[in-house]
């Protein structure tokens, strides 16, 4: 892959950004694993734009040389090296030379049919509402094993036998629960009971309705919880409460929006679900640390 100057380009109309950010190829993506020369010579691994992603993504670099920018974070490529994207994330590729390595892609509900979505998957899905994606150097004897993983995966994507699915599910889930001993998340943080797996659908329905429902109210309804039920347990999980994982989406896809498109202040709050622009300007001035005029400007482009 060739060098990929970091200046910003303009972005896209608002609507068209949030809506239809996705390229048609991750569209259709249940599952899907290539190599990353593969991925660059069919350009479905485009270096030059950012592409808001649909589905989870794993990127394992063998040989590797530059950066990756995923929503504000800038995290440098190298050797044996790990990235783990969300749904949502706005993802950029800096590369230098060739790459080599493997790109895993599936859609969020392509586990679910198996049990064992609840320990592995889940671990995951709590990254990207202002937490950095997770990048995992796995030792020595863990790449051996990864790499084991990652060739079964590979075959049996090329192969359609009987139960294709199934297995491939199967070998995901192995792979995920490997990078998640990477983490070194301890089984208890990777079990889920009732009170994880309530946070756990309080994220999953924040990530898709937080421009709509900004109440730890909304979301307690619909969890059949009350908010001062809900706003406990979140802090017990997380450390946090509802509403300040409410206020963070709410201000990770304000600054996506800043960073990837021309939109003024006005345009932005009103994207997101304020009629009031002064409302808008002291959220974003409580909740980023600095106005938005003033973040607006502090945007220096990369390189």
């Known amino acids: 892959m060739k060098f990929v100057s970091h200046n910003q380009q303009p972005g896209a109309i608002l609507t068209t950004f949030a809506d239809s950010g996705y390229s048609n190829h991750e569209k259709r993506i249940h599952f899907e694993i290539q190599t990353l020369e593969w991925m660059e010579e069919n350009v479905h691994f485009p270096p030059e734009k950012e592409e808001r992603l649909s589905n989870f993504e794993i990127i394992y670099f063998t040989t590797g040389h530059g950066f990756i920018k995923a929503d504000t974070d800038i995290f440098q490529v190298k050797e044996e090296t790990i990235f783990c994207f969300v749904p949502g994330q706005v993802r950029r590729f800096m590369l ?56 079964a995966l590979q075959k049996e994507y090329t192969n359609y036998f009987l139960l294709r699915a199934e297995l491939l599910s199967g070998l995901l889930n192995i792979l995920l629960i490997h990078l998640s001993r990477q983490l070194k998340l301890t089984s208890q943080d ?39 039920y809900l706003n406990k347990t979140v802090k017990k999980i997380t450390g946090f409460t509802a509403s300040y994982h409410i206020q963070q989406q709410i201000i990770l896809e304000a600054k996506r929006q800043v960073i990837h498109s021309n939109g003024s202040m006005k345009e932005i709050a009103y994207f997101l679900g304020f009629d009031n622009l002064a409302h808008f300007s002291k959220f974003f001035k409580n909740n980023s640390g600095m106005n938005f005029t003033s973040f607006r400007k502090g945007l220096v482009p990369v390189g």
């Not at 329905?205 to 001062?228: G, H, M, R």
Request: net charge positive; glycine share 6%.
């Open 96 to 151: 230098v030379g060739q790459q080599e390595g493997y790109c895993i892609r599936f859609a969020p509900d392509f586990l679910l049919s198996g049990s064992a979505h609840l320990k592995t998957v889940s671990w995951l899905e709590n990254y990207g509402a202002g937490i950095p994606v997770p990048v995992i150097e796995p030792s020595t004897e863990m790449r051996a094993e990864i790499k084991q993983i990652v060739y």
């Open 190 to 228: 990777s079990i889920l009971g009732k009170d994880n797996e309530l946070v756990h659908q309080f994220k999953r329905l924040l990530k898709k309705n937080f421009i709509s429902k900004k109440q730890v109210a909304d979301y307690a309804s619909e969890l059949c919880v009350t908010p001062n």
